[in-house]
Every structure is written in C-alpha cells, then in structure tokens.
C-alpha cells in the first residue's frame, strides 16, 4: 500500500490544508485500505496490480475533493432553502391568519373566508411550482406527466379562486366562465411546458389543444354575449385553419432537414 | 450500501429474448501448451473489476430494472480442470450448454482445460452484457494485456470503461444525421406471411442445449471470396445463399414462395471511435429476403445481394426502430414495455450472424497462437434458429446453438450436409480451377 500512500501525499500537496482536506484525506485513505482489501479477497494476489487497480480509480483526486466540497456545499445550501421555506410558510400562514381575523372581526361581511381559501391557494400553488421544478430535473417522460398535472392543478386552483372572489366579491352574474376559462388556460400552458421542455410529440398537442379551446372559448363568448352564436361558432374553422398550418410549416422544417440530411450524405461519401 | 447500475436499452431488449433464447455467448479457443492460471486469473479479476456488469445481478423489479453488483472470488469464474484428452469434448459441450441466469451474481464464467501439455479456454458470458462484436474485441484485449502483464509485468488495467448505452451509436453522425436517425420511429421488425421454419421436431421433455459445429476447410474459404466477388457478393451473401437454398431442400419450402433470413449487423459500423465506449450490445438485424428459391442457386445469391445492396444502401441502415424501443421503454413501467414491446417486436424465425474472423495473431497468448477455436451465439428455443459463422486461419465454422432433441440434432447435421454441398456448387468454378 506504499505506493498508493505515496500517491494520495503527493496529489495532496496540490490541495491547501485544511480541516475538510485533512478529512478528506483521512476518509481516502480509510477507503483505498478497505478496496485492498476487497480485492486480495475476490483473487488478485499480485500487490503491484492491485495498487496500480487503485491508483486508476482515483485518477483526479484534487477533482474529487473539489466534487466533496461542492457536494457539502450543495447540502448545506438545501438544508437552508428547507429552513427558510419552513420559516416563510409559517410566517406566511400568520399574516394570513391575522389579516383573517382583522377582516372577520372589522368588516364582517361574509366573505372573510375567501381570504384563507386564497392563502391556501398561495401555499399550494408555491408547493406546487417546487414539486414541478424537482421534478422536471428528473428528464423521464413520467415525472413531465406528473408536472403537468400539477402544473392544471394550480392553475384551476387560481381560477376557482378568481371565480369565488368574482362571486361574492363582486357578484358578477357570470363567474362560473373562470371554469372553462381555467380550462383554456391550462391547454395554453400545457402547449407551452411542451414546448419549452423540448417533448417529441408536443406538435400533436398544438394540433389537439387549438380546436379545443377554441371551442370552449366560442361557447364563453357566446354565452356571456360578447359575440352572438352565428359568428362565434367561426373560432372552430379558424383553429382547423391554424392547425394545417402547423402542419405545412412542420413538413416544411421535415423537408429542409431531409434535404440537410442528403447534403451530408454527399460530404461524407467515400 | 448496494452500488446499482442502469439497465441499458439492449440489456432490457435481451432480458426480454429470454422466452426465445438461453442469452449466452459462447467461446472456445484451444492453445498448444499451458497457460499461465495464476495469471489469467489475474487479468480477468482486474477486467471484472473495470466492468463491474460482469459481477452484477439483474433485478427484474417491474417498474425500472436495474444491476445490483455483488461481490465475488475469481475462483467462482474461473475453473481449473486437468483432464485425459478423450474428455475433453465431453467437458467442453457440458460447460459450453450451461446457462447463467440474469439474477446470478456472476455474468460470465470461464472453464480452463488442461490436457497433455496443452490448453483449452472456454468462455460463456451473458448476451446482456454485451454482443460477440464486443466479446470478439473483449477477448483481444484480455490476450493483449495478459502478454503484457506475463512478458513486461504491466498491470492488466486497459479496458474500455465508457457509457453502455444505445445512443453512443449515434455520437460519431453529423448533427442533422443524427436527429434525423433518432426519430427513427418506424418498426422494421418483419411479419413473414409465410413464417417459414427451420424444420424441427415438436417440443418435448427430453430437449437438451446442444450446439452443433461444422467445418469447412481452410481452402474453400479463398474459393469463396474469390467465388462472390465474381459475382459482386460479399462471404456474408455467399453463405446466406447457402443457407436459403439449404433450407428449401431441407424444410421443402414451396420453391414459389418468399423466405426472410434475419442477419445480425454491427451498429459500430456507424461509430468512427468505440475506444470511449463500454462494453455493451451495439446489434441489429438486416432482413434477406429472396422472393422465389429461383432455377438455381445462383439465382437465389442474385436475389441476396440485391436484397441486402438494398439495405447497405440505406445510410441508417440498422437504427430503425430504436427510437421507438427507447420510448416504449422511457413512458411506461418496464413489466407493461415489455408485454407492448412483445406485440410489436417478431423475434426472426430464421437467424444469421457473421461474427468474423477470429484474429489468431491477436489471440495469442505469450507468443502462442490459438491452434483452434470458435464463438457462437445464444441456444435458440424452437422453432427459432440462428446459424452462427467464424473464421479462424481459414477455416470457417458455422454453429447452430439449439434446445432439441437427438432427432434435432440430426436434422441440423443434415442442414450442414446441405450447406457444405450448396456451398460447394456456388465454388464449383474456382475448385476446377484449381
């Protein structure tokens, strides 16, 4: 084991000392001994290849201690986003219970319940965007699923919210359209998050969300009078429009990179 | 704590053969004295060591599969046996028909025969692992670094140790290639109308793993060559030709109808550089497809080159399909891919694999050349078959690895009765010749 000892001083003269090297290193040597060890037991009788085995296992040992800091660091930064959401949460769940209580004992009028079902609403959207961000770290198509549920979660949260102060806040007649509203929201957003996360198939979920919402969007504004039926129901042929369109420009990108594709051949024939 | 390894692509795809075949690869090489135990032992613990999926087991959990790596003793590898010459058949084909489940702790084992001064290597890994191109180039490089450490006492320390997955394959295309191959989608795996068969005896209880080899002698193989560049046929179309009409005769096949023979292709083929990938499976298939036996056998190796020009001509030749393999395998939990991969996947009923030549310079041990020696792929469950072909010195042998009967192995004889008669009627002019 002289030679990997002798191996471990020498990369750490490049290395300042300090508590964390000095750790460090007393760890790396604990587990070069113990893979010695592990070796001479599963047959390799030969200390020479079984040091040299160990040497080529750690070919960067100033990297690895870099990588251990940056781990440390990395832990330490969670343990204090943890600690400061815990914090927020609560001091956030008291202004609302405050500003509740000011409300219910003040003003009285009934609705001072919307305030908790929108502090509520906060805590969970927030929650939510974290849990979106952890998971779409993680590339497998299961947990963008996951996201994206959540992402339609949060945003009917926040559209059911609207809908309750619009009723008993300022009583309009046609607050129920923040469902169908939400709805065409939550296409809108979909369509986006495909985009931006890069899936294969988002194309065919322009092609699906666009008629869509176009429909739910002809029946609010029809109902609510903004425009009369005969016109309205025209949103559903000009949303099949903006689908072949689609179409058209994908097969035109397909084309060019075919032809990309041929050009290469030629550069690259033997 | 249990160190874990992902389950790559091909290691998923080859876990699912399991209903059609045994997933073993096998080698036996023979060398004219006696090698050094200790260290052989040496180099492969050090090689198990680098690639530590040789000592893993294969954890089917339904969900995400994956390697667990387990611990072991080069002695549970590697067995020693001194033997009298007149067992050592006998030996090597027990050794050789042996299966290593995925969930054992060991993917590879390794039998030394010694035997009159002389030395037998035989070799089994599991296909999981990595294909016979990869176990071709694994085992050159364990000779190389074996004379290295006997001769020059270098520590047996250069082994490929890179990604083991599916996508190295596309690293080396131009960009645009490379996006166009993997959206790849289409399956090209093939549903024959007329599913013919190698023409095998029902499943019974007494069906054992046999593999039946036949040689043909060192002088035919530059009468082949020479033979299909006639002909503008490669070695690889000539025996394909071969085994078509082989199989006509043999199996009776309507003369009118079409067959399909699957053969094996390297998808290193599309790699400039493999140095900076692991050992790992890096295969597809080329469907040969003649329409008609034809007048002649002639005839029907006109009709395998056009069928496989046709192939070579495509630039992504063998990376069909992938994509769709990769998705399937990504959006759903693996026991659910598996049963969806089945429906869409048909495992080739009728199988070739040109594994090549085995290099005798580059399988010398201390100066030592191998004096014989063959590889061939996994025992194929009836009705499937795949033939397999080396090379060494010249001399080819074509291996067939099958779980049959004696019935079935006699069939197979007579398969290679017809393949040797067949592959001297397309060499007929150069033998006169000579």
Partial sequence: MKTVLGFIDEAFRQIPETDSAYKFKMQLVSEVTERANELTHRGIKDEKVIEDLIISEHPDIKGEFENVLREEKREKRRKHFV???????????????????????????????????????????????????????????????????????????????????????????????????????????????????????????????????????????????????????????????ADAVIIAIRLIIGKKDNEEVEEDSVWNAD | MERRLKAELWDKMHYLFRDYNDRMVHVELHYDFEINIDAFKTVLACFFEKAPVFHSSFTDNHISPYWVVKDYNIDDVVEVNDIEEEDLDHKINAFLCQCLPPESDLQMKVLILRHSGKTTVCMIENHMCMDGGDFKSFLKTFCKNYNDYVEKGISPLDLRTGSRSYKSVYKDLSKTDSKAAQNLYKNLSVKDKYAHKFPFKESSDEDYSFIARRRISAEKFPMIKAAGKKRGATINDMLTAAYFYSLYELAGFNPDEPTTISCAIDLRRHMKDVSVTGYTNQTSWMQCRVPELGRDIFETLQYVVRSSNMFKQDKFMGLYGLPLLSLGYRIMPHAASEEIIKIGYSNPLLAMSNIGILEVDKLALEGHEPTDGFMSGAVKYKPFVLLSATSMRNEMTLSMCVRGSDEDKQIVSRFFDLMEKNIDLLIADEMKTD
Avoid at chain 1, 112 to 117: A, K, P, Q, Y
Wanted: net charge positive; hydrophobic share 65%; aromatic share 16%.
């Fill in chain 1, 83 to 241: 600690a400061l959401n815990s914090l927020g949460t609560i001091i956030f769940c008291l202004v609302v219970l405050i500003v509740f209580f000011i409300h219910l004992f003040k003003v009285d009028n009934g609705l001072s319940w919307i305030i908790l079902v929108a502090g509520a609403s906060v805590i969970s959207a927030y929650y939510t965007f974290l849990g979106c961000r952890r998971f779409i770290k993680k590339r497998e198509i299961i947990f963008h699923i996951t996201t994206r549920l959540q992402l339609a979660f949060t945003i009917m949260l926040a559209f059911a919210l609207a809908f309750f102060i619009m009723l008993f806040k300022f009583n309009i007649i046609h607050s129920w359209v923040m469902f169908p509203a939400g709805a065409i929201a939550v296409l809108v957003c979909d369509g986006l998050f495909a985009h931006f996360s890069h899936q294969r198939f988002a194309v065919f979920m322009y092609l699906a969300y666009i008629p869509l919402a176009a429909a739910i969007l002809c029946v609010i504004l029809a109902v609510t009078g903004a425009v009369s039926w005969q016109t309205g129901w025209l949103l559903i042929p000009l949303a099949l429009i």
